[in-house]
């Protein structure tokens, strides 16, 4: 069983502070039992180049700050649509635009405007 939790926003200096709000996760990563990773993000940086750079590991472009106000279904092999394919159950707590881009991907899903 993998789980596998991206936060987008989440500045890396609020986890790894002492009294984060992170007791759980903070646990596991000092019992190796999970891995901590930051990525970087250049601008653009609204949510859809954000999503799509974590995703797919594309570098975002002007077009998707344009396309981040009408988001379609993402076609670049990324690593949600090889996680389906493979049978993976997946489930997606956040911004509606992950079911925009990943529609009928995740088996449980509650999408916030």
């Given at each position: 069983?993998?789980?596998?939790?991206?936060?987008?926003?989440?500045?890396?200096?609020?986890?790894?502070?002492?009294?984060?709000?992170?007791p759980?996760?903070?646990?596991?990563?000092?019992?190796?039992?999970?891995?901590a990773?930051t990525?970087?993000?250049?601008p653009?940086?609204?949510?859809?180049?954000?999503?799509?750079?974590m995703i797919?590991?594309?570098?975002?472009?002007?077009?998707?700050?344009?396309a981040?106000?009408?988001?379609?279904?993402?076609?670049?092999?990324?690593?949600?649509?090889?996680?389906?394919?493979?049978?993976?159950?997946?489930?997606?707590?956040?911004?509606?635009?992950?079911?925009?881009?990943f529609?009928?991907?995740f088996?449980?899903?509650?999408?916030?405007?």
């Open positions: 069983r993998v789980v596998l939790m991206m936060v987008d926003a989440l500045r890396t200096d609020f986890v790894w502070q002492k009294g984060n709000g992170f759980f996760t903070m646990g596991k990563i000092r019992a190796s039992e999970a891995v990773y990525t970087r993000a250049h653009p940086t609204v949510t859809l180049p954000r999503i799509k750079g797919a590991g594309d570098i975002p472009g002007f077009l998707d700050i344009v981040n106000f009408n988001s379609k279904e993402m076609r670049e092999d990324n690593i949600i649509t090889r996680a389906k394919a493979a049978g993976r159950n997946l489930t997606m707590f956040g911004d509606e635009t992950w079911l925009k881009l529609p009928d991907s088996t449980r899903s509650d999408g916030t405007t």
